[in-house]
Every structure is written in structure tokens, then in C-alpha cells.
């Protein structure tokens, strides 16, 4: 009599699963976490893609979970990261928290059973797949994407006075968006008001305005390391 393999297939299926979202979780906390560090309020963490299974407002920021272990996105309510410092620490972030998931899965598997260590090293690979973000530096053809390695190059690639450039595009993108809300030119603290009221809250879908200009990009959709353009 031939054995049921679909338990075992079962298993691994489920273990495939949940190692590739603990991967994009990993990542996009790593994303986050130097945002705040840095200064840069988090508005939504998005893991997967597809059927919404799980969501909560944590303080500033909507956790949203996902089915599909497709993708991961880590939105701001500002505009993104003008500093370069920051922008490079953002970046870096998603796979620093991989390293980090890394190292607490070899300490964990110290010691496991055997069975248990088989089992951790499913998120161990899941996680080194975390990685190849940041050594990608294409867009992706797929999606058309920029990778965080992308992203970074481009960080690192900016000519001097890129930051000051940026926050110079992002405040002519709030005096065309709210042209009759008020005078012409817009003071750098109104801006980032009016910023704050077009962006809304955390339950807001970061999705629901695309920009309409190229230069409004700044102002009508909050960034992650992959909808904005990178350093001029």
C-alpha cells in the first residue's frame, strides 16, 4: 500500500508559506523601524497581496496582513525621506532586520531537536531571500519596481544639494495641488499641514489619489522605496 505523501506536502506547503511572510514581515519592520528612528511617522505596513486576513491601527500606523506572500510595502505620512541619511537608513533597514531574523534563527536552532531545526531552516532560507532586495538594483520587469538596492544606489549616486532639490520639487507640487487654498507661496510649515490633511489618516488606502504630475508625486501619494523616483 502506497503512504499518503499529502500530509507531508501539506506541511511543506504551509512552512513555504509562512517563511516567506515572515520574511516580508521582517523586511518591512526593519523598513519602519528606521523610519520612526529617523523621524518619519509610518502611516501603513503592508505584508502579501491579495484577501486582507488581518488588520490593526497601532498608534500612527494601519498593520495590514495579506493572504499572498507576494510583496511588501511600508508607506509614510511624509513625504519620501527628503534627508538623504535618512532615505539610505530607510533602505538599509528592510534587510538589516533580515540579518538580524537571521542570527536570532541560528541561535534558536541551537540546541532544537532535530525535527524543530528542520523546520526553522525553511525560515532561515525564507529569510536570506530577503537579501536579494538590496543586491537587485534594476526595476523589476514584472512590476516595473525599483528595488531597495536600486533605490539606494541612486541614494548614494546624488550630487550635493539633492536633498535640499527634493524638498524644493515637494513644495511646488503643495502650491499646484492647493492653488486657490490659500496664498501663492506656501511656507515650509503650512505645506507640510496641508500634506498631513491630503494624506489623512492610517485607515486612509494609500492607494485611493495617484499623482497626477510627475513633480506631484511628493505631494498626493505617501512613498515607499519603490513609488518615488530616486535621487536626480
Known amino acids: 500500500m502506497a503512504r499518503d505523501r499529502r500530509p507531508a506536502r501539506l506541511r511543506v506547503a504551509l512552512l513555504v508559506w509562512a517563511s516567506l511572510h515572515a520574511m516580508l514581515a521582517a523586511h518591512e519592520a526593519g523598513h519602519a523601524a528606521a523610519a520612526w528612528l529617523t523621524g518619519y511617522p509610518v502611516r501603513l505596513v503592508e505584508v502579501g497581496s491579495g484577501y486582507v486576513l488581518f488588520q490593526a491601527v497601532v498608534g500612527l500606523t494601519l498593520i495590514r496582513w495579506r493572504l499572498l506572500p507576494g510583496r511588501g510595502a511600508t508607506f509614510l505620512y511624509r513625504p519620501f525621506l527628503l534627508r538623504r541619511r535618512?532615505?539610505?537608513?530607510?533602505?538599509?533597514?528592510?534587510?538589516?532586520?533580515?540579518?538580524?531574523?537571521?542570527?536570532?534563527?541560528?541561535?534558536?536552532?541551537d540546541g532544537a531537536s532535530e525535527q524543530v531545526r528542520g523546520y526553522l531552516l525553511f525560515f532561515v532560507v525564507g529569510q536570506f531571500l530577503g537579501l536579494f532586495e538590496l543586491l537587485s538594483v534594476r526595476p523589476s520587469r514584472l512590476t516595473g519596481l525599483t528595488p531597495d538596492g536600486g533605490a539606494l544606489?541612486?541614494?548614494?549616486?546624488?550630487?550635493?544639494?539633492?536633498d535640499r532639490a527634493l524638498i524644493r520639487d515637494y513644495f511646488a507640487?503643495?502650491?499646484?495641488?492647493?492653488?486657490?487654498?490659500?496664498?501663492?507661496?506656501?511656507?515650509?510649515?503650512?505645506?507640510?499641514?496641508l500634506h498631513a490633511v491630503h494624506v489623512g489618516g492610517p485607515d486612509r488606502d494609500p492607494d485611493?489619489?495617484?499623482?497626477?504630475?510627475?513633480?506631484?508625486?511628493?505631494?498626493?501619494?505617501?512613498?515607499?522605496?519603490h513609488c518615488c523616483g530616486e535621487g536626480r
Open 86 to 109: 535618512a532615505r539610505i537608513a530607510f533602505l538599509i533597514g528592510g534587510c538589516a532586520a533580515n540579518v538580524l531574523a537571521i542570527v536570532g534563527l541560528f541561535v534558536a536552532m
Open 153 to 162: 544606489l541612486a541614494a548614494f549616486r546624488a550630487r550635493p544639494g539633492w
Open 173 to 193: 507640487g503643495i502650491r499646484r495641488g492647493y492653488r486657490g487654498a490659500g496664498p501663492e507661496r506656501a511656507t515650509r510649515l503650512s505645506a507640510v499641514a
Open 208 to 225: 485611493a489619489t495617484e499623482p497626477q504630475e510627475p513633480g506631484d508625486r511628493y505631494l498626493s501619494r505617501a512613498c515607499t522605496p
